[in-house]
């Protein structure tokens, strides 16, 4: 019988000659200890093989979005002087001066003052609270009124399709800024709720026209197809299977169309049917400078500038969720 060599650390000769069958089967052990070990699994797998969901895929492209982040940034600084406007802003924007109306920039006054002798800074600042209150709140009521009728719509189909399909069709029919100037024009409360009111009356169809299109899509696919066969009720199919795979679209377009409803308050502002004095708004300080705009074009630059800036981000914020939710893009 043959002496089997030993083992030879340096250059590794004799290694399966002398394991056999026994030392082939512990290679293949080791190897499979390694693979298991390895961080991250195949491409569209996450840790420990795991696969990766739409939302999972979609966080990991958002955070290396750069369009992403700045607008990102600049909503969440909109959000916290909103809250806690004192934070940057100490005087009162109803505090107002009329010796000093009309007058450029000054220290501890950066941005002059208006028509009536307030600080154009302090105004500008308390202005974001109404812009992304009634944005926040317009495109929750948006969401969910359109999201709920466009989904009972898409699932049942039929009847609830066809009279929702008409019912859009009237509201889509309607100008909103002439639909603003007469819903608006008989309201006196001078607060963000008829304004909102208003914005979730006029705006729940396209919602619900997008919710019912992804419904239809979703409830077409197979496991909703083996949920149905395995007797699961309209309502489990609904939560667990069709709607979080159905509210992608409603997201995106919901997070463009709250720059839109921003952009809308600010115009009914201007036209003297939305927010009212005392209230603080951009509109009604853009309304209230467009008169003096060759001699103190200050007035109008900062409350119009700020505006642009929070539209544009929420508009950039929108595109970027959209790339990130679009399967097509990837």
Same mark, same amino acid.
């Given at each position: 019988?043959?002496?089997?060599?030993?083992?030879?650390?340096?250059?590794?000769?004799?290694?399966?000659?002398?394991?056999?069958?026994?030392?082939?089967?512990?290679?293949?052990?080791?190897?499979?200890?390694?693979?298991?070990?390895?961080?991250?699994?195949?491409?569209?797998?996450?840790?420990?093989?795991?696969?990766?969901?739409?939302?999972?895929?979609?966080?990991?492209?958002?955070?290396?979005?750069?369009?992403?982040?700045?607008?990102?940034? /600049? /909503? %969440?600084? &909109?959000? /916290?002087?909103?809250?806690?406007?004192?934070?940057?802003?100490?005087?009162?924007?109803?505090?107002?001066? &009329?010796?000093?109306?009309?007058?450029?920039?000054?220290?501890?006054?950066?941005?002059?003052?208006?028509?009536?002798?307030?600080?154009?800074?302090?105004?500008?600042?308390?202005?974001?609270?109404?812009?992304?209150?009634?944005?926040?709140?317009?495109?929750?009521?948006?969401?969910?009124?359109?999201?709920? %009728?466009?989904?009972?719509?898409?699932?049942?189909?039929?009847?609830?399709?066809?009279?929702?399909?008409?019912?859009?069709?009237?509201?889509?029919? /309607?100008?909103?800024?002439?639909?603003?100037?007469?819903?608006?024009?008989?309201?006196?409360?001078?607060?963000?709720?008829?304004?909102?009111?208003?914005?979730?009356?006029?705006?729940?169809?396209?919602?619900?026209?997008?919710?019912?299109?992804?419904?239809?899509?979703?409830?077409?696919?197979?496991?909703?197809?083996?949920?149905?066969?395995?007797?699961?009720?309209?309502?489990?199919?609904? %939560?667990?299977?069709?709607?979080?795979?159905?509210?992608?679209?409603?997201?995106?377009?919901?997070?463009?169309?709250?720059?839109?409803?921003?952009?809308?308050?600010?115009? &009914?502002?201007?036209?003297?049917?939305?927010?009212?004095?005392?209230?603080?708004?951009?509109?009604?300080?853009?309304?209230?400078?467009?008169?003096?705009?060759?001699?103190?074009?200050?007035?109008?630059?900062?409350?119009?500038?700020?505006?642009?800036?929070?539209?544009?981000?929420?508009?950039?914020?929108?595109?970027?969720?959209?790339?990130?939710?679009?399967?097509? %893009?990837?």
């Amino acid at each position: 019988m043959p002496e089997q060599k030993p083992w030879d650390e340096t250059t590794g000769s004799g290694a399966i000659s002398g394991a056999g069958a026994g030392g082939g089967m512990d290679l293949a052990m080791d190897e499979g200890v390694t693979l298991e070990k390895t961080p991250g699994g195949p491409e569209g797998t996450g840790p420990a093989g795991k696969p990766r969901s739409l939302w999972s895929d979609a966080w990991r492209d958002l955070r290396r979005n750069p369009v992403f982040i700045i607008s990102g940034l /600049i /909503i %969440l600084f &909109l959000v /916290i002087i909103s809250i806690w406007p004192s934070l940057i802003a100490d005087q009162d924007p109803l505090d107002c001066d &009329l010796a000093k109306a009309q007058e450029g920039s000054q220290p501890g006054h950066p941005f002059g003052f208006d028509g009536q002798g307030c600080d154009v800074y302090t105004r500008t600042v308390y202005g974001a609270r109404t812009s992304v209150t009634v944005g926040v709140l317009s495109t929750l009521g948006v969401s969910l009124l359109g999201g709920v %009728l466009g989904g009972l719509a898409g699932f049942f189909g039929k009847g609830w399709d066809a009279v929702l399909s008409r019912i859009t069709d009237v509201f889509f029919g /309607i100008p909103v800024v002439l639909g603003g100037l007469v819903f608006l024009s008989v309201v006196t409360s001078s607060t963000v709720w008829p304004v909102i009111g208003f914005i979730v009356l006029l705006g729940w169809p396209q919602i619900a026209r997008i919710a019912r299109g992804s419904v239809i899509t979703a409830k077409q696919n197979d496991y909703v197809q083996a949920a149905r066969a395995l007797g699961a009720s309209n309502t489990r199919m609904m %939560l667990r299977h069709i709607m979080p795979n159905a509210i992608a679209p409603v997201i995106v377009v919901a997070t463009i169309a709250l720059g839109t409803y921003i952009s809308l308050e600010a115009t &009914l502002s201007y036209l003297g049917v939305g927010l009212k004095p005392p209230a603080v708004s951009w509109g009604i300080d853009i309304s209230a400078a467009s008169q003096y705009v060759r001699n103190a074009p200050h007035m109008l630059l900062w409350p119009a500038g700020a505006l642009a800036v929070t539209v544009l981000a929420f508009i950039m914020l929108g595109d970027a969720v959209r790339d990130a939710l679009d399967p097509k %893009l990837r």
